[in-house]
């Protein structure tokens, strides 16, 4: 098999960074990180096979910044992991901030929409794979998650028309259910109706690793 670009957002921590591992372990592919930092394991990494665009998903003028994916993709076949996603403020309607909606937006639909516009922009002669990750909450409403919910179905329907619009390519919405992540942590701190159902979750040992979710990811979804 040819080598591969995996383009992943969200790449330092929680199930983004255990995709970057299991991609450099267990492949030949190359990875890209766009993300605020990089990990103290990523650190360590061959610069020839993993590359890092820093860039503030929240704030940053997003498509200055990845430019450089020009020179960096060099494979005919591209992957895009949409996997960054931030679901604070947990609260309710009429008690948010205009500078904590922007933000939110900004990491749950403007940033997989500009990168997917321009990875289609400028390779669109290769093999284009994009695996959003996805979440129950993109179709189930949750009292005081209004922001995450309502972003994470925007999410949803932009990549299921993208699919409609590019059928040969490999589109793929991807919930991994209720992961043990750095976001649950969050979650099961804060106050709404359904925090007991989560604290549930960690108690009973119901939630995944990023390591099994990231295998899947990996190599079944593509």
């Excluded at 020009?70 to 591209?78: A, G, L, P, V």
């Excluded at 008690?95 to 933000?103: C, G, K, P, R, S």
Aim: contains cysteine.
């Amino acid at each position: 098999m040819d080598k591969r670009t995996f383009v992943v957002t969200g790449a330092t921590s929680g199930l983004g960074e255990a995709i970057v591992s299991t991609i450099i372990e267990k492949t030949e592919d190359i990875v890209i990180s766009v993300s605020k930092k990089v990990s103290e394991s990523q650190m360590g990494y061959n610069k020839s096979r993993f590359k890092f665009i820093e860039c503030d998903l929240s704030f940053d003028k997003l498509e200055s910044r990845i430019q450089s994916l020009t020179q960096y993709i060099t494979t005919r076949d591209i992957v895009f992991v949409n996997n960054a996603a931030i679901i604070k403020p947990i609260t309710k309607v009429g008690e948010m901030t205009e500078l904590q909606i922007e933000a939110l937006l900004a990491v749950n639909i403007k940033a997989p929409l500009v990168i997917s516009n321009f990875l289609f922009q400028n390779f669109n002669k290769g093999k284009i794979t994009v695996i959003n990750i996805s979440t129950g909450a993109a179709q189930n409403p949750i009292a005081g998650w209004s922001l995450y919910c309502s972003s994470k179905a925007g999410g949803k329907m932009f990549f299921d028309v993208l699919k409609k619009e590019h059928p040969d390519c490999n589109i793929v919405n991807f919930d991994p259910g209720v992961m043990d992540t750095g976001m649950q942590d969050y979650i099961r701190s804060s106050e709404f109706d359904r925090v007991e159902t989560f604290l549930e979750y960690k108690t009973n040992g119901k939630l995944k690793s990023p390591g099994e979710v990231a295998q899947k990811v990996v190599f079944e979804m593509i």
